[in-house]
C-alpha cells in the first residue's frame, strides 16, 4: 500500500515535469520561430487602456485616436507640426468671401467593403457628425452646409469666417464612413468599422485584443506589415516586462522610472514625446487667488524644473507656454523658482495662512498625484494652507471642478487639431468663465478680443501673431499655475523602424513602419 | 499566556504608543516634503529611507499607526454601536422584526465587503471620517448577527423570564441583562474585525478611494511607493510588513481571547 502510493507519487511528479518541459518548449517555440523566420510582417503593440468603440464621432482617449487614424482616412491628415495636410483631397479653393470651400477629391477611392469613397460619403459623415452626440461635435458645428456637386467634388459653406476648418477636418473624429455600412450596422458599426484607411479592421476581441489587417487597395505607400495586432495590457509593469522579454514589438507609456533600466538592453530602443501641458487652473472668483499677487505667487513657489526631473525622472521640462503643438506657440515666459519673493508676495496679499483646495486626479496624467502632493508642499513653505482633494476616477473629479468645488485644480492639454482657437477659446475666453475648462473663470477683454480676431484670419503669420499677443497678455495675468510639458515614452524592439508620431496626441502610427 | 500573545500583545501596545504619543517623538515632519532628497534608501539620518518627495519613511509610518487604528476603532465602534442594537432588536423580538432586521442583514453581508466599502465611499467622497463609516458599515452586519444569535439564545432562559416577571421593560433587560452576557463573544469579534477594518481601510487607500494621498495612511504609503518598487522596495516592503505585523498582531490576541472567553472552546480545551 505505502510503496504503491509512493509510486504514484512519483509518477506524478514525473508527469508534472513532463508537462513543465513541455510547456517551456511550447512557450519558447514563437520566439524561435520569429529568430529563424527573416522578418515576421505581423507587428505586436501593447495599447494601455481599451475604449468602448471606434466610432469617429465620439473621443474618449488617445489610443482610441491611433486605431482610427489606421482604419479611416479623412479629407485632411496632420504633418509633424500638427499642420493639416491634404489627404484625401487633391485640390481645394476658397471662396472671395471666405465662406465657402471647394475640395476635389482623389478619384476611384474605395472603402474596405468595396463601395466607393464620394463626394456623397464625405456629405453623409460631415452631416452624421453634426447630428451625432459626439464630444467633439463641436468642431463641426460651424460649418453650415455640405454639398455634393459631383462624385469627386464637395463644397463647404461655413457660417462666418473659420480658418480653422481643414484642422478640424483632420481630426480622427472626421474618419470619412461608407452610408452603405453605417446604415446597415447602425449602433454595431463604432464595434465593425469600415473605412478606407491603409489598415482594415479585422476582429475585435473585447479585454484582450484588435487586429487590423493590410488594405491592399490603399493609395498610399503600401504598408509593410501585414497584420497589427493591438493588445490591451493596462498593467505598466507588464508591458515594460513583456518587451524585455520580447513578446511584444511596441509598448505604448512605459513608466519613467523603468526607461533607465530598458534603454540598458540593446535590443530596446525608446522615443521620448513630448506631449500636453499640464498646469493648475487658478480658481479667480474667490480668495486667495482673486488676487493677482497670489496667482504670481504660487508660479514662483513651485520648483518646476526639481518635480520634472526628481518626481517625473525626466520625463517632462518646464512649461513656457499654454498649450503645445498648435499653431502661434511661442515661449510666452517663465516663472522662475524664487520661493522668498513668493512669500513675500502672499504677505503682501494679506494671504499667509489661506486656505486652498487643491483637486488632482490620481490616474488620469502620468505620476499626477504625486506631482500634486509636491506643489501642495511647495505651497505650503510659501505659507498657504493647502489641502488636497485626490479623485481616482476622472469623472467624479470633473464634476467637482464644474460645481466651482475648488481653489486650483490640475488638468493636461493637449492640441489635438493643431488648431489654436478651439484651445484658447475654451480655456481662456470670458464666454466660458465657470465652466469647463475655464472653470478658474480667467477674464480679460483684451484676450477675448485678440481671440474672436484669430478665429477669423486666413494669414498664417497674421494669426501666430495674434495668438502670441494672447498668449503673452494672459501669462502675465497668471490665471494658471504653470507646471510643466510632459513626456511619453514608447519603447520599440531595435528593429522596428519608421514608426511616426503626431506631436499634439502623443499618438504612433506604423503604416509606414518596417523591420 | 503563550508567548506569541505576549509578543502580539506588546506589538499593539506599542502601536497604541506611537499612535498616541508619535508627534511627541522628534521625528522629522512626516508631511515635510525635501524633493532634493527624495528616494534615499534608508541610512543613519532617514532610518527607513524617503519617500518620493522626500518624505522621511520612519516618521510616515510611525504618523500612519494613529490613521490606520483610528480606522480600526473607529470603524468597529460604528459597527458595534448601530450593529449591536439592531442585531439584539431582532433577536429579542423575533418574527417580522427578526425577519425583516434579517434580511437586511443578508442584503448587507451579500456584498463584498470591499465592494460594499468602495460604494459608500464612491458617494461620500475620499476622507477619514467617510473612510471610517464605510468600513463601519462593513462591519456592522457581522456584529448584528453575533448580537442576534446570542440574544436569540439567551431570551429563552431563566433569568430573562425573571427580569420579565419582575416587571423590567424590554429594553432594560436588553440592557441591563442580556448585554453583559453577549459582551464576550462581542469583544472577539470586535478584536478580530479591528485587524479586518485597518486591513480594508489600507485596501481603500492603496486604491486610491480613500484618505488623500498626502496622508500617512499605511494604504496609502503602500499604494504611492508602487510605481517606484522595482528601483526602490523599501517603499513598499516598510509599509506591506508594518501592515502585516500589526495585522498578526491583533489576529493572535483575537485568537486568544475567543479561546479564553468562548465557553464552546473552553469546555473543548479542558
Known amino acids: 500500500m505505502w510503496t504503491t502510493l509512493k509510486r504514484c507519487q512519483a509518477i506524478g511528479v514525473f508527469k508534472t515535469l513532463g508537462l513543465l518541459v513541455v510547456a517551456f518548449l511550447i512557450l519558447q517555440l514563437p520566439g524561435g520561430v520569429m529568430n529563424a523566420a527573416p522578418a515576421s510582417k505581423v507587428l505586436t503593440v501593447l495599447v494601455p487602456a481599451e475604449f468602448p468603440h471606434l466610432d469617429p464621432g465620439e473621443t474618449v482617449s488617445g489610443d482610441q485616436y491611433m486605431l482610427k487614424y489606421h482604419i479611416f482616412n479623412r479629407l485632411f491628415t496632420f504633418n509633424e507640426k500638427m499642420e493639416p495636410f491634404p489627404d484625401l483631397v487633391t485640390k481645394e479653393s476658397l471662396s472671395k468671401d471666405g465662406t465657402t470651400w471647394t475640395f476635389d477629391l482623389r478619384a476611384g477611392v474605395k472603402f474596405h467593403d468595396g463601395t466607393l469613397l464620394n463626394a456623397e460619403a464625405v456629405k453623409y459623415t460631415i452631416e452624421r457628425l453634426q447630428k451625432g452626440t459626439g464630444n467633439q461635435k463641436a468642431l463641426y458645428t460651424m460649418i453650415k452646409e455640405v454639398q455634393a456637386v459631383s462624385e469627386t467634388r464637395v463644397l463647404i459653406t461655413t457660417n462666418g469666417l473659420f480658418p480653422a476648418l481643414r484642422n478640424n477636418l483632420a481630426h480622427p473624429d472626421a474618419g470619412i464612413v461608407p452610408p452603405s455600412a453605417d446604415q446597415k450596422l447602425g449602433k454595431l458599426f463604432g464595434k465593425q468599422p469600415v473605412g478606407a484607411g491603409p489598415y482594415k479592421f479585422s476582429e475585435w476581441l473585447t479585454g484582450d485584443h484588435i487586429t487590423v489587417v493590410r488594405n491592399d487597395q490603399y493609395y498610399g505607400p503600401k504598408p509593410y506589415f501585414e497584420k497589427i495586432d493591438f493588445k490591451f495590457v493596462s498593467d505598466a509593469t507588464t508591458r515594460t516586462l513583456m518587451l524585455d522579454t520580447g513578446q511584444t514589438d511596441v509598448a505604448l507609456r512605459v513608466p519613467p522610472n523603468d526607461v533607465a533600466r530598458l534603454k540598458a538592453n540593446p535590443s530596446i530602443k525608446i522615443d521620448q514625446v513630448l506631449g500636453r501641458n499640464i498646469y493648475f487652473a487658478l480658481n479667480q472668483t474667490k480668495p486667495p487667488f482673486n488676487d493677482i499677487r497670489v496667482r504670481k505667487a504660487v508660479n514662483y513657489a513651485v520648483d518646476k524644473q526639481a518635480i520634472c526631473d526628481r518626481v517625473l525622472f525626466g520625463a517632462a521640462k518646464p512649461s513656457h507656454s499654454f498649450v503645445e503643438a498648435v499653431q502661434g506657440t511661442i515661449d510666452a515666459g517663465f516663472y522662475a523658482y524664487d520661493p522668498e519673493k513668493a512669500k513675500s508676495l502672499i504677505k503682501e496679499a494679506g494671504a499667509t495662512g489661506a486656505k486652498v483646495v487643491l483637486v488632482t486626479p490620481t490616474t488620469r496624467y502620468m505620476l499626477d498625484s504625486e506631482v500634486s502632493q509636491a506643489v501642495a508642499g511647495y505651497l505650503r513653505q510659501a505659507g498657504l494652507d493647502v489641502e488636497v482633494r485626490a479623485f481616482g476616477d476622472w469623472p467624479s473629479c470633473i464634476d467637482t471642478v464644474r460645481r466651482g468645488e475648488f481653489h486650483m485644480h490640475m488638468l493636461g492639454w493637449g492640441g489635438s487639431t493643431g488648431d489654436p482657437d478651439n484651445a484658447f477659446r475654451i480655456q481662456l475666453h470670458s464666454n466660458n468663465a465657470g465652466k469647463l475648462w475655464n472653470a478658474g473663470s480667467y477674464r480679460n477683454p483684451k484676450v477675448d478680443s485678440l481671440i474672436e480676431e484669430g478665429s477669423k484670419e486666413f494669414d498664417l503669420s497674421k494669426r501666430a501673431k495674434i495668438y502670441a499677443e494672447i498668449q503673452k497678455t494672459a501669462w502675465d495675468d497668471a490665471p494658471w499655475l504653470f507646471l510643466h510639458r510632459l513626456s511619453i515614452y514608447i519603447a520599440y524592439k531595435s528593429d522596428i523602424q519608421g514608426t511616426k508620431i503626431l506631436p499634439g496626441t502623443e499618438m504612433p502610427y506604423f503604416w509606414l513602419a518596417q523591420r | ?270
Open chain 2, 1 to 270: 499566556m503563550p508567548i506569541s500573545v505576549k509578543m502580539s500583545l506588546v506589538i499593539i501596545v506599542i502601536l497604541g504608543f506611537l499612535a498616541l504619543f508619535g508627534p511627541m517623538l522628534h521625528l522629522p515632519d512626516p508631511y515635510g516634503q525635501n524633493i532634493a532628497n527624495a528616494l534615499q534608501l534608508p541610512s543613519s539620518k532617514n532610518w527607513l529611507g524617503t519617500d518620493q518627495l522626500g518624505r522621511d519613511l520612519l516618521s510616515r509610518i510611525v504618523a500612519g499607526s494613529r490613521f490606520s487604528l483610528l480606522i480600526g476603532f473607529g470603524a468597529v465602534s460604528v459597527g458595534l454601536f448601530l450593529g449591536v442594537p439592531f442585531g439584539m432588536l431582532a433577536g429579542f423580538y423575533g418574527r417580522w422584526v427578526d425577519t425583516v432586521f434579517a434580511r437586511v442583514i443578508d442584503i448587507l453581508l451579500s456584498f463584498p465587503g470591499i465592494i460594499l466599502a468602495l460604494a459608500v465611499v464612491a458617494v461620500t467622497g475620499p476622507g477619514i471620517g467617510n473612510l471610517i463609516v464605510a468600513v463601519g458599515l462593513r462591519t456592522l452586519p457581522v456584529f448584528a448577527r453575533v448580537s442576534r444569535a446570542e440574544t436569540l439564545s439567551l431570551r429563552q432562559r431563566d433569568f430573562v423570564d425573571a427580569a420579565r416577571a419582575l416587571g423590567c421593560r424590554p429594553y432594560e433587560i436588553m440592557y441591563w441583562h442580556i448585554l453583559p452576557n453577549i459582551a464576550g463573544p462581542l469583544m472577539i469579534v470586535a478584536s478580530l474585525q479591528t485587524a479586518t477594518a485597518i486591513l480594508i481601510g489600507a485596501t481603500l487607500s492603496f486604491l486610491g478611494v480613500g484618505v488623500s494621498p498626502e496622508v500617512p495612511e499605511w494604504g496609502a504609503i503602500l499604494n504611492a511607493g508602487r510605481p517606484y518598487m522595482m528601483g526602490y522596495p523599501h517603499l513598499v516592503i516598510v509599509p506591506g510588513c508594518t501592515l502585516m505585523i500589526a495585522m498578526m498582531a491583533l489576529n493572535i490576541v483575537g485568537d486568544y481571547l475567543r479561546d479564553r472567553l468562548d465557553p464552546r472552546f473552553t469546555m473543548a480545551k479542558f
